[in-house]
């Protein structure tokens, strides 16, 4: 059997359907969803797709009746995948929403961070360690020089105005307060010094381009995109679009078991917890607009740290 890219077989299986426009419109949106988390792959394949990382995101990321829909609307395509037999087996079909476990807390040890920054470049280090002090990946992508203040230690993350050098950016679900860069991270094996790294990189970005994490060819890309009149909300989240499988192959590189670029904000996360950092200063660290969602995280690493 002739390998596929599922989004193509997935436009196979719409046009071989009988369905209202509303049907088709809600079933596309829940395959995007599944494509923004797990990419686009060739079917059959030697392994089974990784529905439990999926089934991870869509449970912390929607609501349960979001879930239930996006699971029943990927259900009827992967049972038509089965009968085509791209697929085995269809690990969605009796799969209820209070099943959908929740995902195990997962964070970098030292040794994991000493492999990773020895092979990592400059830039790949300053995205990590900025991950390490809690920033998220949309935060760190949408850094700019203006941010920074090395002489304070700290940076802060503004929203960004559309203009000739930059797009349109903010993130509304986080509170804007200074985030702390320490001089020096220790790790048990190793040690490393933010403020150091994060100067380096500046001294190599070229001077016209305000983003510090971005690779100048990214940053092109999304100038040009502007310009066409095509760039979208997805590009001004993610405007390194590859981010998700660079970092995989830096961890492979490495020889890193897989984890999430996420789980580095959840290993600041624990480091908190661990010091017996109060809620009520850790959810400013963190910049929870809720105390309750630091609240929820704390009882989650504290249930995960007795299991270890």
């Known amino acids: 059997m002739r390998r596929k890219l599922i989004s193509t077989l997935f436009q196979e299986y719409i046009s071989k359907q009988k369905l209202a426009p509303n049907s088709i419109a809600i079933k596309k949106r829940a395959f995007k969803h599944f494509l923004s988390i797990l990419g686009d792959c060739e079917l059959p394949s030697k392994n089974e797709l990784p529905i439990q990382e999926y089934l991870y995101t869509l449970r912390e990321k929607k609501s349960a009746g979001t879930v239930e829909t996006y699971r029943r609307n990927?259900?009827?395509?992967?049972?038509?995948?089965?009968?085509?037999?791209?697929?085995?087996?269809?690990?969605l079909s009796k799969l209820q929403v209070r099943q959908i476990p929740s995902r195990p807390v997962a964070s970098y040890k030292p040794t994991e961070l000493y492999h990773i920054f020895r092979v990592a470049d400059k830039r790949w280090r300053v995205i990590i360690i900025l991950a390490l002090c809690g920033l998220r990946r949309s935060e760190i992508l949408n850094l700019c020089r203006s941010d920074i203040d090395l002489s304070k230690g700290n940076v802060l993350i503004t929203p960004?105005?559309?203009?000739?050098?930059?797009?349109?950016?903010?993130?509304?679900?986080?509170?804007?307060?200074?985030?702390?860069?320490?001089?020096?991270?220790?790790?048990?094996?190793?040690?490393?010094?933010?403020?150091?790294?994060?100067?380096?990189?500046l001294d190599l970005i070229p001077s016209v381009q305000p983003y510090v994490c971005l690779k100048p060819r990214h940053y092109s890309r999304m100038l040009q995109k502007k310009a066409e009149g095509i760039f979208s909300f997805e590009d001004s989240i993610c405007p390194w679009r590859s981010f998700t499988r660079d970092f995989g192959l830096l961890l492979k590189k490495a020889k890193v078991e897989h984890k999430r670029f996420e789980d580095l904000r959840v290993t600041y996360a624990v480091s908190l917890h661990k010091m017996k950092v109060k809620v009520k200063p850790a959810q400013k660290l963190l910049r929870h607009r809720n105390t309750l969602t630091t609240y929820t995280h704390y009882q989650r690493y504290k249930s995960s740290l007795c299991e270890d």
């Open 74 to 91: 990927l259900s009827s395509f992967f049972s038509w995948l089965v009968r085509r037999r791209y697929l085995k087996r269809n690990n």
């Open 160 to 201: 960004k105005a559309d203009s000739c050098l930059t797009w349109e950016w903010e993130n509304r679900n986080c509170l804007r307060t200074p985030v702390p860069i320490p001089k020096r991270i220790d790790l048990e094996y190793f040690y490393i010094r933010p403020l150091n790294e994060i100067k380096e990189l």
